[in-house]
Structures are given as structure tokens and as C-alpha cells.
């Protein structure tokens, strides 16, 4: 965890190098404004993999003598199959759609929304795969 928060606190100083200059150079105001926006999103995220990089225990990725297998065992539980992804796809995509047709369509994206959503975070309370 520690090489990841190096990466992206260089790779935040890189990209203030690049606004620093693009915002000179171009005199633009949209990209000078993303590039500053990119540099504060890693400057976040590279502070928080350094900051919790202290607090746990080294892992086999911070080892220089380390083997790939050292990382080898359970990776995490993983929800078995849902169908609430695709309601929430159809939703979205509808959703989307209604920027381009019409307001009046995200009056079915909706509920489509609405389903995926709960059914998603209830999706362990109740059914085949309800917790004992």
C-alpha cells in the first residue's frame, strides 16, 4: 500500500506541473480547471493510501523479496447472483435517454432506479440468500 500512495503523490505533482503549464501556455480556463481538479483528486487519494499505509501492516507488495504467492488466499466475499445491476443499467440507461428525448421519460426510469437500488442494498435480508 505504500507504493500505491508514492504513485499518486508523484503522479499528482506531475499533473500540477502540467496545469501550471498548460494554464500558461493555453490560457484556457476548462482544461487549467481540470487538471487543477485532477491534481487535488490525487493529492486525495495518494494522502489517504500514505496515511493508511502507516497504520497497517506491511503487505507482500511492499516487500522487494516477496513472491507472488505470498498474496495467495481469500480475496473477500463476492454477492452471488443478483439481478438488481441490470434494473439499475435499465434505469440508468433510460435515465440518460431522457436528457435526449424528453424530461417526461424519467418518469419510467424511475421506479427501474428506484427497484435496483433497494433491491440491491436488501438484497441479503431476504430470500435464498438471507443471513441466518
Not at 507504493?3 to 480556463?29: D, R
Amino acid at each position: 500500500m505504500k507504493i500505491q500512495g508514492k504513485m499518486f503523490i508523484w503522479l499528482s505533482v506531475f499533473i500540477l506541473a502540467v496545469g501550471i503549464v498548460y494554464g500558461v501556455w493555453a490560457k484556457e480556463a476548462v482544461g487549467t480547471t481540470t487538471l487543477f481538479l485532477a491534481f487535488g483528486l490525487c493529492i486525495m487519494v495518494g494522502y489517504y493510501l500514505a496515511f493508511t499505509a502507516r497504520r497497517v501492516d506491511d503487505l507482500a507488495q511492499d516487500d522487494k523479496e516477496a513472491d507472488v504467492a505470498d498474496e495467495a488466499g481469500e480475496l473477500g466475499f463476492f454477492a452471488p447472483h443478483s439481478w438488481q445491476p441490470l434494473s439499475l443499467a435499465l434505469g440508468g440507461a433510460l435515465a440518460f435517454l431522457a436528457i435526449a428525448i424528453g424530461w417526461w421519460l424519467m418518469y419510467f426510469s424511475a421506479p427501474f432506479i428506484l427497484v435496483g437500488i433497494f433491491g440491491w442494498v436488501f438484497e441479503f435480508y431476504r430470500g435464498e440468500n438471507q443471513n441466518q
